[in-house]
């Protein structure tokens, strides 16, 4: 099923094929004002962004991959009114970069909408996220 993808990409699949595993690292310790517990700062300002604008939202929603049915990864936002998924990239060690383009790469083949924040963009959320009103 990976046999025409890079060296780097099928290296770093099994981390985003286990996304829970991933996830399992960071407590979900912080309380949006909608009640969803996330687990950053930035997370809450985006869940509290969707709540404020009145943007029906889901956080960690399982991924449904046509092209990868055996696949799990998770979202960090989900609009389903939309379609659109949300990902905030907020780490920057060299296994995390790896798993972001091997899950970016998942979404792109599979014509998913995915909208990507990351710590110089959510200083902009308003205009990121504003066309979703």
Partial sequence: ???DVSNNYNKY???VINDMDFRDKWPKS???DDGHCVRSLSEMLIDNWLNKNGIKHEYEKIVEIPNF???TIICDFYLP?????????????EAYIA??????KIYKEND???IELDYNT????????GTLK
Avoid at 81 to 93: M, N, Q, S
Avoid at 99 to 104: D, Q, V
């Fill in 13 to 15: 699949i099994m981390n």
């Fill in 69 to 71: 049915p055996n696949t």
């Fill in 30 to 32: 912080y309380v949006c």
């Fill in 99 to 104: 798993r972001k383009h091997a899950k970016k």
């Fill in 81 to 93: 009114e939309k379609r659109i998924y949300i990902e905030y990239w907020g780490k920057y060690d």
């Fill in 122 to 129: 959510i200083k902009d959320i308003n205009k990121v996220l």
């Fill in 1 to 3: 099923i990976f046999q």
């Fill in 112 to 114: 998913i909408n995915l």
